[in-house]
């Protein structure tokens, strides 16, 4: 095991290290504390290892860790200073975390930052039921143009949760941020991403899921903003599940989520209030998959997009509110083997509803516009009038 520290200082035998420069005790009104420090941990082939670097500068600061052929290894790294909201400087900008645990059984991997222009990165793999954590909060009550990145591979029972904007004032803006998550070759394991913030525009959600099943992808953004955007994709995968949630209303924010070659798999899409926002989802080459699209509660000009390809024994239920106006729903699909079904409701005035359905047999299609929702239990429809 290695440990070192771009001021020149060595270690060789110390599983943990705290890097923590000693500076005098903030007062509640005062200058920003200096970073540009760099700090590095390896550990190689030992069991229960811990890895603990936090590092109080404001700028620039870098901190890695490298965890290999181990068993329940832990890495934290952490660039904030513990305080939420005081003093109103306390967070960073422009630093730089990164975890690498390789064939390291149930390895765990956190890293925290008060922070905007930061990096987060984690890579595990091989690791069985690993975790991997990354969170930046905004507590100068705003924080943007940050990345969040993890991927997993061979992890079974692993999970990937990633966190921007949390904050204790209640008008904090998360912009302009990333979080980009991967899953390879697992079970039972679990991606969930979220921004938080009352104002949050300018972000993008990516999730993808590639040769596993029973796995679940969750996206969620708290806020109120414009131009966000939340993808996912299973690609050779059953059982799966993706859920896409924004609340809060907002303009041209876009949910997109598709499964390419797999069964059993569901697609949820939830977009609460706001005008001129999308859902997108398809599926490709698949049976007893499930597209379940909602906009609501007052919004309007917004868009459902539903389509099934080469598949059997489909569902897809697009939804808008009965408080909504002038959205548009279309809902195609092509090339399948049978018993698919469409159903489409929508409420209030001057909506537009589009089925097609084509090389099929058996499969039902229902539109019921202003009236009550149609009846969907299991993978059954049945209509349903006022």
Known sequence: MKIQL???FFVSTVSVIALSF?????????PPIVGDDSATITQTSETGSTASQNQPGQYSNAAYIDQSYGTSDIATQQQNRDSFSTPSYDFSAYGDQ???QTSNTAAQASQTDNSTNATQTINQASNSSGTAAQTINAPAAWTEYNVQSAT???NNGGSIAQTIGLSNSPTSVASNNTQ???QTGQTNSTITE???GDNASGNSQTATETVG???VINQTNLSSGLDNIQTASIVYGDSNMIGQTHTGGGLTNTQTASISYGNDNTVTQNQDSGTLNSESATVYAGSFNTIDQYQGIGGGNNIELASVQYSSSGLIVQRQDNSSSSGQEYASQNSNTGANQIGQYQGKSGNYAFVTQTGDTGNLAIQNQGGAYFSAVGNTLSPSHN
């Open 194 to 196: 979220g921004i938080d």
């Open 98 to 100: 990164s975890i690498t």
């Open 6 to 8: 771009s001021r020149k």
């Open 22 to 30: 000693c500076l005098p005790a903030l007062a509640a009104v005062g």
């Open 180 to 182: 980009t998550a991967a």
């Open 213 to 215: 099943s029973a796995n």
């Open 152 to 154: 997993q591979n061979g």
